[in-house]
């Protein structure tokens, strides 16, 4: 650890008008780093250990982050710190659920894989008009309530994808203490994120963010948008434009950032020690680099894998990588060469547009369209 690590120290929020303060970055526990398939844990314990030393004390983890490995990890590295050293949320996977009695089943086993004793924060995942009629039938409310007065979780929320109209029905069916929503400056208009931020700051429910890179979308950009950013500052790097964006808005509680490698890390603390909001200026930065990144008509894929596995086998994000790389100025027959290097079943051309991807997508992409499109560029 040299000097600069040793002294930096995330900025933190209060929660509410209490005592509590939490770090204004969270490491997002969706993407951590793989080796051979697998979570890396050497990599990711030492990440734990910077991000501890940095006071960046949020970890935010799902029951279906890495199949399950993402909670097993908790429980193998987080679990050696003292408890109250870090707050801990993880959440009901309300789309993978068949009856009411899958809410004690699932849970047990997120306490016994996170090994917590208790969560600091629990969530239903991936709440939309659909899951919260389910999450309604199955009486999963009234569960996590249930966990709450026996001390299992202390903090209840959920996690949204949807439309702003079904947002403002559900934040206001509880008194919830945190809710977890998509925002960042490309989905500020595209997924009406603005409008979910403006939803929630009235009801003062405090903001937890996800996808504030857009699943590293926001650091590939486009040559054209990357380039605004690097003559408006060379010292600054790509991500730390998207994370000051989302961290500038006053009623954001906590960021969450999927890093998966050590460098990803140090640059995100180092954004957020201490955050630096933006200026007028620099906002209309952003503004000129979205719109060379729209002119690019790349597709916004976070890469989160919700619509897989396709039942054909075919490789979306992969596809749509590929193709964002065209849009973004690849040459050609180079992604050809990669794009021809893939199984065939798992190339756009397979996809036989039966539809069930689109269905599952949170960004609402189209995806047949686009295996249509990659497809014949690739033909
Ligand atoms: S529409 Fe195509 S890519 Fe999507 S699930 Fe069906 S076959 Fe797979
Ligand atoms: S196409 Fe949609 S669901 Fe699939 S990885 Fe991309 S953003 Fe996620």
Redesign the pocket.
Known sequence: MDNTEKEMKVTRRPYRNTDMTMPLLGFGLMRLPQKDGKVDYATAEKMVAKAMAAGCNYFDTAYMYHGGESERFVGDVLSKYPRDSYFLTSKMPIAMMNSASDNERIFKEQLERTKAGYFDFYFMHWLNAAHWEKAKSFGTLEFMKKMQAEGKIRRLGFSFHGEPETLEIIAKAFPWDLVQIQLNYLDWELCRSGEQYEVLSKLGIPISVMEPLK?GTLVRLTPDSKKIFEQANPNASIASWGLRYVASLPNIQVVLSGMSAIEHMEDNLRTFSPLVPLSDDERKVIAQALVAYRKSGAVP????????PCPVGVD??RN?ALLNQVKGGLPLFHAKLVYDAMQEDSRASSCVACGA?KK????S?D?PKYMKEIAATFK
């Open positions: 699943g894929c976070t890469v989160c894998r919700y619509c897989s979306i994000p749509l991807c599952k997508c949170p960004q992409i995806i």
